[in-house]
């Protein structure tokens, strides 16, 4: 079954909104998606509503940022419960880091004239905002270059102190949230982590590893594939689609191992089932 497990919107750093990204993936065959926003579950049912009218399995999930954030050491929580007090409150902590890095970037850009007009202000009112949305205001508008703007944003955090980051949970800390909302743990992409050592700490935490995804080069889905079997860990798939700069969707193109599924069991919520109950 061709399944994309892990899926971004305008929730949080994606560039298309909720319900598009799921008329995306059912356009392209996939029959079973999650909606991944990071530390957010504000586009869950406009996805999930897309998703069964257009006859596709949803599973509700999201990617918890864990530290340090700039390791990648995100948590992929696949079947969780959108409402679990614990999780929420570990995510609202996220949140607020990310919220703190946009306000000090919209200074910047504010003292250096840019963007005026373009209502950045807005961002305030959001109930959830990253940085990245900022970028594709930017972007949109010619108004810098990726890179120069990367640079903008991370110079506008330098200042802050050596304590800004502490929010932002462990990955054990994150696991055990995930697995207290009902959900299973999978590390994102972990081809992407720079310091692979780090990946010691969080391999015997999780229940699966994302193995095939477009981050990961062809000579290193071998590598993780061996190292998912090391430690006993279902291998899942996410294209972790973010639509940048206006890029199409591809769904994956290898199928989920039905393992997975299965032991997702009802967190995988299929709408006929939802019709019948």
Request: no cysteine; charged share 20%.
């Amino acid at each position: 079954m061709l399944a994309d497990l892990h899926m971004h919107s305008t929730v949080s750093d994606g560039w298309r909104d909720p319900d598009e990204v799921a008329h995306l993936a059912a356009d392209r065959g996939v029959r079973v998606m999650a909606l991944t926003d990071h530390d957010a579950f504000h586009g869950v049912e406009r996805a999930r509503s897309v998703a069964h009218r257009r006859g596709l399995g949803y599973i509700p999930a999201l990617e918890v940022t864990t530290y340090p954030p700039n390791q990648m050491r995100h948590i992929l929580g696949h079947g969780v419960d959108v409402a679990h007090p614990q999780l929420l409150s570990l995510i609202a902590r996220t949140q607020g880091v990310f919220r703190r890095q946009v306000q000090a970037w919209l200074k910047v850009l504010d003292e250096q004239g840019i963007g005026r007009g373009l209502g950045l202000e807005a961002f305030a009112y959001k109930p959830t905002v990253m940085p990245g949305a900022v970028l594709k205001v930017l972007l949109q508008h010619g108004l810098m270059t990726e890179t120069d703007a990367w640079d903008s944003a991370r110079k506008a955090v330098d200042f802050m102190p050596a304590d800004f980051y502490a929010p932002i949970p462990s990955p054990r800390e994150a696991v055990d949230a995930i697995h207290a909302a009902g959900g299973l743990a999978v590390h994102a992409h972990p081809g992407s982590v720079p310091d692979q050592d780090l990946m010691k700490e969080v391999l015997p935490l999780v229940d699966g590893l994302e193995v095939y995804t477009r981050r990961h080069r062809a000579e290193q889905i071998p590598v993780y594939e061996e190292l998912a079997g090391r430690h006993g860990l279902l291998m899942t798939v996410g294209t972790d689609y973010h639509g940048f700069n206006g890029a199409d969707y591809e769904a994956p193109k290898t199928v989920i191992d039905i393992r997975y599924l299965e032991k997702l069991g009802a967190r995988v919520q299929w709408p006929a089932v939802e019709q019948a109950g």
